[in-house]
């Protein structure tokens, strides 16, 4: 039996994966990702097809997404900056991606088991949950996100950086924006993007009628963020900020409950120096925060699960650690840096940053 301790993408991608070589898995999840992750979503680009087809889900994926055809940047004005095709790319939410995952495995997802102590004696790792219960597993797989309780344990030194934006996330559903957008992912900078002021909007359809867009803002005064966490100062922010943007970003503001907004800091971690420790594996966030910038979170968590499932069969279990590191530490170390490349530009450097900025593939 494998464990897994985290079920969200990551996690389940892992469950399904292993399924598919016949490795029996289960699921620890600390919420119910059902109920409690609603309200936002990423654009899964077209580098994760192959993933989604491998695990079978591409399709529902399809049914459920809004399909992205095109990037456009804008000024503030509603000038056009730069325009780009998209293939196979997705605005996907959230819960939508966990719920077709969750829908193909058939292995147990324990909810409500909030791994909170784990320790390793005798080629055993003691699993202690809050609720009290407590589990032994002979081989682990960490998928438990980018404050990963399993990554500390293995690597309490190791820090979580912050990219030096923050950004503000909602989502609603508004037919007449979704139409405007025409099957594009946009983004919007701030007439004053040449200066330190600058900001980026990006907004995409998510299926149906559904949209959800993210304000990022770099961080030059830390207790303004902290401020932000209170909903009617959020609310009075967005306003005051985008009062004078264009009205399609006023009007997917205003169609927005800003109860459901929440402030996301994006972090990214250096590469560790190994993703093992003996039968225990780290995948996903848990292993490499990226920062949201690089669009990569849910691609790179797909390719781990994929990729570590595949060498699970091809291998003996003591080479496969070793093995997952040399194999995935380039293409992860690719995308930190690039993670912190895209934040330095937008935070430090931001006319360059218009300029350079592309989607990663
Ligand atoms: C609520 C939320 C909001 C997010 N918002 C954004 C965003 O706005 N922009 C962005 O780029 N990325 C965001 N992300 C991150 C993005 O979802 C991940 O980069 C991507 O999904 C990679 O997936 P993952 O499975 O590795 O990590 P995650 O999706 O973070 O999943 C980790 C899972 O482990 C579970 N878990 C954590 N600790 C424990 C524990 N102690 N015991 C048991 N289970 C545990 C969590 O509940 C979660 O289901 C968000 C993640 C979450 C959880």
Redesign the pocket.
């Known amino acids: 039996m494998i464990d897994i301790?985290?079920?969200?993408?990551?996690?389940?991608?892992a469950g399904i994966a292993f399924e598919q070589f016949g490795f029996p898995t289960r699921i620890?999840?600390?919420?119910n990702?059902i109920y409690?992750?609603d309200?936002?979503a990423?654009l899964v680009l077209g580098s994760a097809l192959g993933s989604l087809q491998h695990l079978g889900i591409a399709e529902d994926l399809r049914n459920t997404s809004a399909n992205i055809q095109r990037g456009m940047y804008f000024d503030n004005k509603g000038d056009l900056i730069k325009s780009f095709d998209l293939k196979d790319t997705f605005g996907t939410k959230?819960i939508d991606?966990?719920r077709i995952l969750t829908s193909k495995y058939s292995g147990r997802l324990y909810y409500d088991?909030?791994?909170?102590k784990i320790s390793f004696d005798d080629d055993f790792y003691t699993l202690e949950?809050?609720s009290g219960e407590i589990t032994k597993a002979s081989t682990l797989i960490g998928?438990?996100?980018?404050?990963?309780?399993?990554r500390k344990w293995l690597y309490p030194n190791h820090k979580l950086h912050t990219g030096g934006y923050f950004?503000i996330?909602g989502s609603c559903d508004n037919a007449s924006i979704v139409k405007a957008l025409d099957n594009s992912f946009q983004k919007h900078f701030s007439q004053d993007h040449i200066n330190e002021n600058h900001i980026a909007f990006g907004i995409l359809p998510t299926g149906g009628d559904d949209l959800t867009w993210?304000l990022q803002i770099p961080v030059t005064v830390p207790e303004q963020v902290n401020d932000l966490y209170n909903v009617e100062s959020r609310e009075n922010f967005l306003r005051e900020l985008t009062a004078n943007w264009s009205s399609l970003i006023v009007e997917a503001i205003e169609s927005t409950d800003t109860n459901s907004t929440?402030v996301?800091r994006?972090g990214y971690m250096d590469l560790l120096h190994t993703f093992h420790f003996h039968n225990m594996f780290l995948?996903?966030?848990?292993?490499h925060?990226?920062?949201?910038m690089t669009?990569q979170?849910?691609n790179?968590?797909l390719e781990?699960a994929i990729h570590l499932a595949q060498l699970f069969n091809d291998n003996d279990l003591q080479d496969v650690g070793n093995l997952f590191y040399s194999n995935r530490k380039d293409v992860i170390a690719d995308r930190i840096e690039y993670g912190k490349h895209l934040a330095d530009r937008f935070t430090k450097h931001p006319e360059q940053w218009v300029q350079m900025v592309h989607l990663a593939d």
């Open positions: 301790v985290g079920g969200s993408i990551a996690g389940i991608s620890w999840e600390r919420d990702p409690s992750r309200g936002h990423f959230r991606l966990v088991c909030d791994l909170e949950f809050q998928a438990d996100g980018a404050n990963s309780r399993i950004e996330v993210f929440y996301w994006s995948v996903g966030d848990a292993c925060p990226l920062l949201s669009s979170g849910v790179t968590a781990d």
